[in-house]
């Protein structure tokens, strides 16, 4: 039987900014792996969907898909609409068998590149001194996630020995006007944001924006499609493909005995 095909599920955009980051993303990731399909599909405003790339895996020899968030805040659990999609998918689809692994997530190794797209930025606005640090994430609804943010947050700060607010697009917590206040309310005045998005979608441009009037010197682009990343969601895949191995070797043999409880849905 052929290896889960892979569908890196990602948040839409009217920007084609966004959907370029997710594609190339896939094609780098299938040269990595030519062996394993990999797919794209898009949460919201662009094809294709996930339930039209599904249309297009059944209709091949592929038994089993993982599906894999790229939400870089999301740690443990992944956005509604991945749940709900995958739903609609499985009622249409009862030959396929799915699981969705552990979203991409703030893992400690992406504070690498973040550091390397705020040098750049950091460059290119002539800046040489810094005395206060903004993270800015999408943010994540969960609260195992947003304590997993602000451990980063805590990462990122002893490595640069400077103080380090974390800044969520989607409310959960201040935006990057008000983390660049709290810092100024400290005394600091040399302030930059690294950025923890995956592409210039709406919700980075929007504390972007704020960042700048709120007078940040420097504000990094997106992480985009790097190695570092492409790697964390191999991991991911690899976790979850094996969870769907160890089903279906349960259900070969089932004169074993064993009564093991293993989920299709990978952790």
Not at 11 to 40: C, N
Not at 146 to 168: D, E, G
Request: charged share 20%; net charge neutral; with cysteine.
């Amino acid at each position: 039987m052929a290896a889960p095909a892979l569908v890196l599920l990602a948040h839409g955009s009217t920007s084609p900014l966004v959907a370029e980051v997710a594609h190339e993303m896939r094609v780098r990731m299938q040269e990595m792996k030519p062996e394993i399909s990999v797919h794209t599909a898009f949460l919201d405003h662009c094809p294709p969907s996930g339930p039209q790339v599904i249309s297009r895996i059944a209709r091949t020899r592929t038994e089993e898909v993982v599906f894999i968030s790229t939400n870089l805040s999301a740690t443990f659990v992944p956005d509604e609409r991945v749940e709900t999609m995958v739903d609609k998918v499985r009622a249409s689809h009862p030959r396929l068998r799915f699981s969705i692994a552990r979203p991409v997530g703030p893992e400690a190794s992406l504070l690498g590149l973040v550091d390397r797209k705020l040098r750049a930025a950091l460059a290119s606005a002539h800046i040489a001194e810094l005395d206060g640090l903004v993270l800015a994430a999408e943010g994540a609804a969960d609260q195992r996630s947003q304590s997993l943010l602000a451990r980063r947050a805590r990462q990122w700060s002893m490595h640069h020995k400077l103080p380090v607010i974390t800044a969520n697009a989607n409310g959960t917590g201040p935006g990057t006007a008000a983390a660049i206040a709290s810092l100024r309310a400290q005394g600091r005045r040399h302030i930059a944001v690294g950025s923890l998005f995956l592409a210039p979608d709406e919700a980075w441009q929007a504390q972007a924006d704020q960042a700048l009037r709120a007078g940040a010197v420097a504000v990094s682009e997106p992480l985009g499609a790097q190695q570092e990343l492409l790697e964390i969601a191999w991991g991911r895949y690899a976790v979850a493909a094996m969870g769907m191995v160890d089903v279906g070797l349960e259900r070969e043999q089932p004169e074993t005995g064993t009564d093991r409880h293993l989920s299709v849905v990978a952790g």
